[in-house]
Structures are given as C-alpha cells and as structure tokens.
C-alpha cells in the first residue's frame, strides 16, 4: 500500500512538472518539458542584487517580492530569509530568487488568470524571476527548489494567514500557496540547508 501510494504521488509530481530541473552556468529562463502553463517570465525584471550583497556565503538565498502598491521590495539574503507583507492585504506578485552555494536555484509561480508560468532555472549567481509586474495578477502558488541543497519555504495567503512549512529535498521542488481559490500569496519565508 505504501509504495502504491508513493507511486500515485510521484506520477502526480511528473505531471504537475514539480521536479527541478539541475541548474548549469549557461541555464537561463527556460520552460521545463511538460510544464504546466506556456506563459513565459522573461520579460519580468528585478533590480539587480546589491554589489555589497553578491558575494555571500555557501547556502545563501536572496529574495525580492514584488507586491501591489509597493514595487520591488529589495533583496533580503540569509540562510532563512522571509518578504512580502502580513496584515496588510498586498499580493506578491513576482518573486526573484539567487543563490550562493546551493548549486543554483528553480522557481515557478501559479499566476492569477494565467496558471503555472514556465519554470525558470539558474545557476548559483544568476536571478530566477518569476509573476508578472504591472497586471495587478497576484501569485497565488509557488514551487521553489534548488538541485544543490533542501529548499523549505512558507506561504502567507490571503484569508488563511501562514500554510506551514514545506520542504523538498535536492533537486525537487517545494510547493507552497493554493490553486484554484483565488488566493493571493502576501509573504514567503524560504530556506536552505
């Protein structure tokens, strides 16, 4: 029963395209095959990561939320980092993500009235963006992975306040957010080990 169950959940997982793909030094924005959705987020840009910021040490994440009513929030780097807002009703609506040390990092956002948004994979130093800015569509769901190190993370949602943590290990991708409720995703708290 159990190994059925593990099956069952591991064929849904290959569906949804929820694997990460690895990162390499030429990886950049790119569709996974299968990946739910076509839409792509290349044309979605953060500011870049400070200069005093760049060199950080092995297992950092850098993140940068996009919310509605503020802009680009500025980047937040640490082994556990956390943006966006609570109590404050603004929805995420892009999220940038680099990585020293974690063997690079994949990203992909359940976008309102769009669905999942192309997976987008790069390696240590390079930003995965992914959302939409200036459309007013908020993140709703987020996968979050790196194939180098375990990724944890923690949604904010609208109406339900924070998920629970959620953890992949290398090279998977962990899920957090909703689909399918209309949901807005506030904040995110995210992790490497």
Known sequence: MRHRA???VLGVLAALAVTAAPASAGTGPAAVANAPGSVSN???QAPPLPKDQVRQAAGTLCLNAHLAGIGWQ???CGTSVQVGTTGQSRQMEALAVTTAGAG???AQAHVAGL????QVCVADGGTAVVGTTGQSRAVEALGLGSPGSTTCANAHLAG???QGTR???PGVVALVGTTGQSRAMEALAASLS
């Open 167 to 169: 953890c992949a290990g």
């Open 6 to 8: 593990i099956g069952l």
């Open 42 to 44: 290349s044309t979605v």
């Open 115 to 118: 669905g999942w948004l192309s």
């Open 104 to 106: 690079g990092i994949c």
């Open 160 to 162: 339900i306040g924070w």
């Open 74 to 76: 500025g980047w937040t």
